[in-house]
């Protein structure tokens, strides 16, 4: 039943007509990872690359990702990645709030199905998002991240845990002793909260 939910969900998202993204867009990105994935990593929008391919992360900033997942010892197939958007924005231009409510539901039943223990929204607009969703005050990324944050008692096994956008480290190259430390600590946590990674169950 669990792979049939996934299944209906991305054919969902590949055909979805909700706003204008879908008029100028060559392919939906529903994201990919495991079925059940102990870490959800949420980014902003597909760009080109993504677009072409219907794969999350597959142009430079996704090279900087999986360099920052191996730092922790994992894989890009362990961990579940997707965008608050799953369609290009024309000329990777800032989704508009009308996107970003169109697929607020798709972003919520993928983390329904995944059941992850750690959220890790990516740059300022996911982590407003996800601050948002779960009625938390909107902190500057430059402010919470590489902290771990509860998002309330009804969220016990759930936390959230914000980063600079990859892509920040090929436009901003300060930024990236920042990342790779917040990913250390991210390490750390995973140590100590003992999560488990594997490939099974992957969902393309």
Known sequence: MEKEAVRQLKCEITTCTRCRLSLTRTNAVPGEGPVHSELFFIGEAPG?????????FVGRAGTVLENLLAT??????????????????????????????ACEGYLQKQMDLTAPSILVPMGRLASELVFSHFGLPNIPIGHIHGQLVNPGPYHRDLSIFPVYHPAAVTHNPPIKGIIFEDFRVLGTIIEEKGLKFGHEKRVK
Do not use: H, W, Y
């Open 72 to 101: 922790i010892g994992l894989q890009r197939d362990m961990v579940f990645i997707t965008s608050i958007v799953k369609c290009r924005p024309p000329e990777n231009r800032v989704p508009g709030k009308d996107e970003i409510a």
């Open 48 to 56: 080109r690359n993504e677009d072409l391919t219907g794969r999350p």
